[in-house]
């Protein structure tokens, strides 16, 4: 978890090397901030056990290098795939989120197939699913849950890019924690909280940097000037 908090620094790299996009320095230092505060926020509201494994086993130093390893390929092929969809989606503007979703889909369940039958899984997974017939509720709620999230998270890299998507993401990490601490009743201490304010800071300050000099209000076939004119009368007549 708390390498995904600092995949937006990757993302914008892996967006230069692909020619998606040329980032700002500040876009870099938010994503270091925002990288940051999620981790201060994770490390002092979760009770994070750092040297212990899954299973709560004291971790060797294979075990750490081989996690760090696959973290790292984690971060390069997250941010990779991202920004290769946003190339494909500006390349080819006829290209609809759900034919991106069904082709990815029916890529995965390809390489899953090929995976199970590998590593001689594929009769247990079967049999598990016949015997356990009370598991297809389940399957189908989460299918469902899956196949709209997968929506948004189309729509989203098409309408707005990588980066917002990432920034969307690492906002959802925060919100669960969140949620998190108060059912299961974790002390929010100062700690939590500057994280929580170096995060939101930066992002605010993103939105300023990318919103300067730019009209907020834009009315459809309207000049700017005249836009902002009607909007300055609206509000004047809201105060009255």
Not at 26 to 38: E, F, R
Not at 87 to 116: C, K, Q
Not at 180 to 193: D, G, P, T
Request: proline fraction near 2%; include cysteine; hydrophobic fraction near 50%.
């Amino acid at each position: 978890m708390l390498f995904k908090c600092f995949k937006l620094f990757p993302i914008m790299l892996m967006g230069t090397l692909l020619g998606t996009k040329q980032y700002p320095t500040y876009d870099y230092v938010v994503a270091v901030l925002v990288g940051v505060g999620i981790a201060v926020f994770a490390v002092s509201t979760e009770d994070l056990d750092i040297g212990q494994d899954s299973i709560g086993e004291v971790e060797t130093i294979s075990g750490t290098i081989c996690g760090i390893i696959l973290l790292l390929f984690f971060l390069v092929f997250d941010s990779f795939t991202g920004q290769y969809q946003a190339r494909l989606f500006n390349e080819h503007p006829e290209l609809s989120a759900y034919t991106m979703m069904f082709m990815v889909n029916t890529f995965s369940m390809i390489f899953s197939f090929i995976t199970l039958v590998h590593t001689k899984e594929l009769y247990d997974a079967c049999n598990f699913v016949y015997y356990h017939a009370e598991m297809h509720i389940h399957l189908v709620i989460f299918s469902i849950a899956s196949t709209i999230g997968q929506l948004f998270i189309f729509k989203t890299i098409k309408a707005f890019g990588p980066v917002i998507f990432a920034i969307s993401m690492n906002s959802r990490i925060i919100l669960s924690i969140l949620l998190s601490s108060f059912v299961y009743s974790h002390e929010i201490n100062a700690a939590s909280l500057l994280g929580l304010f170096v995060v939101f800071a930066a992002i605010a300050y993103r939105i300023k940097r990318k919103t300067q000099g730019k009209p907020l209000v834009k009315w459809a076939g309207m000049s700017d000037e005249r836009s902002m004119d009607i909007f300055h009368e609206w509000h004047e007549h809201c105060d009255m």
